[in-house]
């Protein structure tokens, strides 16, 4: 079974910064790709970021590129995501997720393994 626990997310004001990471427990990611999605009220859950665990190569949604950093730590099994000029809209709750597979999706049902969720407010 994997694990998969999020943490660093709270409130922030706009143009503020995040950090939030996930540690994964209960299998080898060595060649498993991560993703970052988020689901505000009221919405669909949507894709924000993913990393390809063995070549670091990453997919972003038009929404966060330029402002948000999908990166990992093979070696201790973290994912992290990086939020830079944090806007209300980026309000949600975020979820850390992996694939049984090295390529990249950003598809919601590409993904087998999911986390429980942090939650990020951005005030304006």
């Known amino acids: 079974q994997v694990q998969l626990v999020e943490s660093g997310g709270g409130l922030v004001q706009a143009g503020g910064s995040l950090r939030l990471s996930c540690a994964a427990s209960?299998?080898?990611?060595?060649?498993?790709?991560m993703g970052w999605f988020r689901q505000a009220p009221g919405k669909e859950r949507e894709f924000v970021a993913s990393?390809?665990?063995?070549?670091?190569?990453?997919l972003y949604a038009d929404g966060v590129k330029g402002r948000f950093t999908i990166s990992r730590a093979n070696a201790k099994n973290m994912v992290y995501l990086q939020m830079n000029s944090l806007k209300p809209e980026d309000t949600a709750v975020y979820y850390c997720?992996?694939?049984?597979?090295?390529?990249?999706?950003?598809?919601?049902?590409?993904?087998?393994?999911w986390g429980q969720g942090t939650q990020v407010t951005v005030s304006s």
């Open positions: 209960g299998r080898t990611f060595s060649s498993f790709a």
């Open positions: 990393i390809n665990w063995s070549d670091d190569s990453t």
């Open positions: 997720a992996s694939r049984k597979t090295p390529a990249q999706a950003i598809g919601v049902r590409s993904y087998d393994y």
